[in-house]
């Protein structure tokens, strides 16, 4: 009996890899659909019809200052336009929460008044301010005047330090 000869296959294939031109096509190809993304919301974008778009979408981060005076720290925060009922206030030992909400619906009890554009309709505030030292809340007072909130907080008294013995 005859036996052919069979090729035998090698154990291991060897594979030459270009990584170099692999990972070039891959930024090629990301490019291109950078590119036709982009086309796409540009198409999409001229086609809207322009309108205003508030940039806070009604949310602002008003400013505000810390003052140390001593036995109690003052907290001083930009609120223009909203009225003592509008905010609201939370103290900790060691943070202020503000929060101040008001809506255009109050405004239209306002008789006679016909608006072309009307945009001023929500605008909100939420700030959680860390205090750089403990408070007293139960003493915190507050005043609202021409557009400032004024926070007025006692200092918790200071800890006594106290040495120990080891027995």
Do not use: C, H
């Not at 090629?28 to 999409?44: G, N, P, S, V």
């Not at 930009?78 to 008001?102: C, H, M, Q, W, Y």
């Amino acid at each position: 009996m005859d036996y052919e000869e069979v090729p035998v296959k090698p154990e291991k294939e060897e594979y030459s890899i270009d990584l170099e031109s692999i990972v070039k096509d891959v930024y090629k190809e990301m490019a291109r659909l950078q590119k036709e993304f982009e086309q796409t919301f540009r198409d999409i974008w001229s086609k809207l019809p322009k309108i205003p778009v508030p940039i806070s979408f009604g949310f602002f981060e008003p400013a505000y200052d810390i003052e140390d005076k001593g036995n109690e720290i003052v907290l001083y925060v930009d609120l223009p336009g909203f009225a003592r009922d509008e905010i609201k206030i939370r103290v900790t030992e060691d943070s202020v929460e503000i929060r101040a909400e008001k809506s255009e619906s109050r405004k239209l009890e306002e008789k006679g008044k016909k608006y072309i554009v009307k945009q001023r309709v929500y605008e909100g505030f939420y700030k959680r301010i860390v205090l750089p030292v403990k408070v007293k809340p139960e003493g915190a007072r507050a005043k609202l005047v021409n557009g400032v909130l004024e926070l007025i907080l006692p200092k918790s008294e200071a800890k006594k330090e106290v040495e120990i013995s080891v027995e």
